[in-house]
C-alpha cells in the first residue's frame, strides 16, 4: 500500500492559482489512480478530480475548465493545477489513492489510502 502526502496550500487571491502536489511512497504507485478531494467547514468531503492509472483525468463540475491534473509516475507525485480560484475554492485538499483504478471513482470511501490535507484559502 502506498503512502500519500500534500503540499502546496496557501492563502490565494481570487482569480489566482495554486498547485498542489501529491507525493507518495512506494514503487507501485503507478498502479494506483489518485483522486483529489476537498472539505470546507461544516461540509462533507467532496470529490474535486481524479487521474486513472492510464493517466486519464476526469474532474467535478465545478473544476472543469479551471483545474488540471496530472501525473509524473518518474517522481511518485500527482499535480493539482487550479487557476481561476474562487472564494468557494476555500477548503482543505485532500490526495487520497485507488488500489483499484476504479472506473469514475467519486466516493471517498473506496480510496485506500489518504493525506493528511492541505488548506486552500482564497480571499475575495
Known amino acids: 500500500q502506498v503512502l500519500v502526502g500534500e503540499s502546496g496550500g496557501g492563502l490565494v487571491q481570487a482569480g489566482g492559482s495554486l498547485r498542489l502536489s501529491c507525493a507518495a511512497s512506494?514503487?507501485?504507485?503507478?498502479?494506483?489512480?489518485v483522486g483529489w478531494f476537498r472539505q470546507a467547514p461544516g461540509k462533507e468531503r467532496e470529490f474535486v478530480a481524479a487521474?486513472?492509472?492510464?493517466?486519464?483525468?476526469y474532474y467535478a463540475d465545478s473544476a472543469k475548465g479551471r483545474f488540471t491534473v496530472s501525473r509524473d509516475n518518474a517522481k511518485n507525485t500527482v499535480y493539482l493545477q487550479m487557476d481561476s480560484l474562487k472564494p468557494e475554492d476555500t477548503a482543505v485538499y485532500y490526495c487520497?489513492?485507488?488500489?483499484?483504478?476504479?472506473?469514475?471513482?467519486?466516493?471517498?470511501?473506496?480510496?485506500?489510502?489518504w493525506g493528511q490535507g492541505t488548506q486552500v484559502t482564497v480571499s475575495s
Open positions: 487520497a489513492a485507488d488500489s483499484n483504478d476504479y472506473y469514475n471513482n467519486r466516493l471517498p470511501r473506496t480510496y485506500d489510502s
Open positions: 487521474i486513472r492509472v492510464s493517466g486519464l483525468p
Open positions: 512506494g514503487r507501485a504507485f503507478s498502479t494506483y489512480q
